[in-house]
């Protein structure tokens, strides 16, 4: 792994990012794009646009969030509505963090893999979902 001590300095900028989607009976979709890390005081601003294709379906999405920086490598991370989503602290490169959502509950891990890339896995189980979202970032 690759140690974060700067989460600002490490993240800031675009990044192109491939996103495979999993569901219980395997390949799902896959989401192509970018995304856009950028400074605004004690928080980074994260935005990324890109294309889903399920094989049935082809459109746009988007997701915007806030990390609120909050120690050396470490951040809060909210949604855009303001709700709390998990916490992040990078400084030994990798970081496993939980989000529940309703019943069901959201596993991620973030792997810092270089200067250049890094990957973030969520995994989702409950009752409405069993799931796995793989998320490769490269700038």
């Known amino acids: 792994m690759y140690p974060v001590t700067d989460l600002a300095g490490y ?55 806030e990390y609120r920086l909050t120690g050396p490598g470490q951040a809060s991370v909210y949604f855009d509505h303001g709700g709390f989503f998990h916490d992040v602290d990078l400084r030994e490169g990798q970081w496993s963090s939980t989000h529940p959502c309703a019943d069901d509950q959201y596993r991620g891990e973030y792997r810092i893999l270089g200067p250049d890339r890094w990957q973030l896995a969520w995994s989702v189980t409950g009752p409405k979902k069993d799931d796995v979202y793989v998320t490769r970032f490269r700038r």
């Open 11 to 65: 993240f800031t900028g675009r990044w192109l990012l491939e996103r495979d989607l999993y569901d219980a009976d395997g390949a799902a979709g896959k989401v192509t794009g970018s995304a856009e890390f950028a400074l605004d005081g004690e928080s980074l601003s994260y935005r990324e646009e890109g294309v889903l294709d399920t094989g049935l379906y082809r459109g746009p999405v988007t997701r915007v969030l």
